[in-house]
């Protein structure tokens, strides 16, 4: 089975930075695309970021290019989201979650999904 595991969060004030980890394990594909989503209390999820871990192309929602970074560490099966220049509106269940290798763009097609984890933000 496919298995996420998140780790990171917390809570921050306006401006300051976290990291979030996801480590998968059980894929049948050498490569995945891996998302982030969040969701607040009230509010759809929505897609923040993925990745193809084969060839580190990356998608972003338009409230936080600039402020958040996907990348990868094949090594360690694992992604990250770097969140800097936090805002308050960031505050949400955060869940990494994953697909198979191709249009890693469609927010509507991942199928595996981490326990979550809270990020909250306070001005």
């Known amino acids: 089975q496919v298995l996420l595991v998140q780790s990171g969060g917390g809570s921050v004030q306006a401006g300051g930075s976290l990291r979030l980890s996801c480590t998968g394990s059980g894929f049948t594909d050498r490569h995945n695309c891996m998302g982030w989503f969040r969701q607040a209390p009230g509010k759809e999820r929505e897609g923040v970021a993925s990745?193809?871990?084969?060839?580190?192309?990356?998608y972003y929602a338009d409230s936080v290019k600039g402020r958040f970074t996907i990348s990868q560490d094949n090594a360690k099966n694992t992604v990250y989201l770097q969140m800097n220049s936090l805002k308050p509106e960031d505050s949400a269940m955060y869940f990494c979650?994953?697909?198979?290798?191709?249009?890693?763009?469609?927010?509507?097609?991942?199928?595996?999904w981490g326990q979550g984890t809270q990020v909250t933000v306070s001005s």
């Open positions: 979650a994953a697909k198979i290798p191709a249009r890693c763009g469609r927010w509507d097609e991942y199928d595996y």
């Open positions: 990745i193809f871990t084969g060839g580190s192309i990356t």
